[in-house]
């Protein structure tokens, strides 16, 4: 029996959807406990793309069984788009899918308030995806949220929009000159998807543990990565959930002792989407060259990735957090015409203004693990190692003897730099387009 958590190591899009559906096969829940529609998750089965943002992808294998946990924020009407287009494809989605009573909503004014905000912060900002995320988790924090289980008591939920609208709209028309929101026509639409949402709607946390309890097999699915975890991410350029493994235990209901293990997904390369700081950016043809090959375009708002070189400083941090018992490398085709290829080993920190806390304060200093000032770190500069590239393809290797010397070098050099397994190694989008090399949802066997 194996509990596994599949979390993002870097500012997520790290490849998750494909290794999720691939370690799904051996798995009977797949849960999701964090964040919400500002994922998207890409999977490609015989040629034909899915791509979810907020169903765990377990969604598309059949007999399997899928749980939105507390953790999530829910869009009902996304949430209803998303079941809606994959029954439209011949997916079925009906007693397969469990959504937390709990899970709090968004509501139409946390996207109106994100909006208004980002607009506010001018440059300074977060360059969120305007889902409405990031207001529904204060309304959590701030006690004012409404929850999947309000939707099934009119009463409450009518009195929950009109309590929460009188600040809200106070707020918009005063403090942005926007335009107030009608709690009537919030409240008639939201009982609308009510109707539609109540079947599927679940103590979950019970519901997980008599499945653990029974020795079934659960794959927790995370979205974004560590690097946007609101505690242990670049914040405030964050998203405002915990996506590292922490958010299982708090976003299902399951202890930590239940965990059996847990796999990072790392890609080959990094990308970061919306602003904050990225050490090893490459704003030149070299960057562009990975956006084209890697199709690094946001699954939830078309946006262009910002794509740059590995970074063992921030892989570093995710493995202290995560605990991360092995790798799934993701994307490695991608590098396959390059003549070099880099890792970012540390950064060198120039300070001039005194800023570093560290003992050479005043000096220049080298990092080898996150700084936490953000002045700190968008004026650190990588520090390389130079390895040689392969300038062959690899796409669709699915055993490890057949990769190019040199690819083979760089899983080398990762394993021996971060001292922890490469466990999977994908080599294109395809779900047979990987080279396996222990499936953790199958026990400690290692297949070299
Ligand atoms: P929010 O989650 O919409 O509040 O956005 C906060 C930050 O997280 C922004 O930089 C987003 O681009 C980023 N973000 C949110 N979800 C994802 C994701 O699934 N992949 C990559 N970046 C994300």
Excluded at 130 to 154: C, E, F, H, N, T
Excluded at 322 to 335: C, M, Q, R, W, Y
Aim: with cysteine; charged share 25%.
């Amino acid at each position: 029996m194996a509990n596994i958590v599949v979390v993002g190591a870097q500012w997520g899009d790290e490849g998750k959807g494909k290794i999720v559906d691939m370690l799904t096969e051996n798995a009977d829940v797949i849960a999701r406990y964090q964040g919400g529609h500002n994922a998207g998750h890409t999977v490609v089965i015989k040629n034909k793309k899915y791509v979810l943002h907020l169903i765990p992808s377990g969604i598309l294998h059949r007999g399997k069984t899928c749980i939105i946990g507390n953790g999530v924020v829910i869009d009902p009407g996304a949430l209803l788009e998303e079941i809606r287009g994959l029954r439209h494809r011949g997916i079925p989605v009906g007693r397969n899918l469990f959504i937390s009573e709990s899970a709090h909503v968004i509501m139409p004014y946390h996207i109106a308030i994100e909006n208004k905000s980002e607009q506010a912060r001018g440059l300074k900002k977060i360059g969120t995806t305007g889902r409405g995320i990031g207001p529904a988790y204060v309304d959590k924090m701030a006690r004012s949220g409404i929850r999947m289980i309000d939707l099934m008591d009119s009463r409450v939920f009518k009195a929950k929009v009109k309590a929460n609208l009188s600040e809200v709209n106070y707020l918009l028309e005063r403090r942005y000159r926007a335009e107030k929101i009608n709690p009537g026509k919030v409240y008639s639409k939201y009982m609308k998807y009510a109707e539609a949402l109540i079947p599927f709607i679940a103590d979950t946390g019970v519901l997980i543990n008599k499945f653990m309890d029974k020795g079934k097999d659960v794959l927790f699915e995370g979205a974004q990565g560590t690097l946007l975890d609101v505690d242990h991410g670049t914040y405030p350029f964050v998203t405002s959930s915990s996506a590292s493994v922490g958010g299982v235990c708090t976003g299902l209901g399951v202890a930590p002792t239940k965990i059996d293990g847990v796999l990072a997904v790392v890609k080959a390369y990094t990308t970061r989407v919306g602003g904050g700081p990225f050490p090893t950016e490459l704003k030149d043809k070299l960057g562009k060259l990975l956006r084209l090959r890697g199709g690094e375009y946001g699954a939830t708002t078309g946006r262009p990735r910002r794509c740059g070189w590995l970074d063992a400083v921030g892989l570093r941090h995710a493995i202290r957090i995560n605990g991360f018992s092995g790798i799934a490398l993701t994307k490695l085709d991608v590098l396959d015409e390059l003549e070099k290829i880099k890792v970012c080993v540390a950064y060198r920190y120039e300070d001039p203004y005194k800023l570093c806390s560290c003992s050479r304060k005043g000096r220049a200093c080298n990092f080898t693990d996150i700084p936490h000032n953000n002045r700190v770190l968008e004026g650190c500069k990588p520090l390389y190692k130079e390895l040689s590239g392969w300038k062959r393809s690899t796409r669709g290797i699915r055993r490890l003897r057949d990769l190019p010397k040199q690819a083979r070098a760089y899983v080398d050099y990762i394993e021996d730099l971060l001292n922890i397994r490469v466990d999977v190694i994908s080599t294109g989008a395809k779900r047979d387009e990987v080279i396996v090399l222990r499936n953790p949802m199958k026990g400690k066997k290692r297949y070299r």
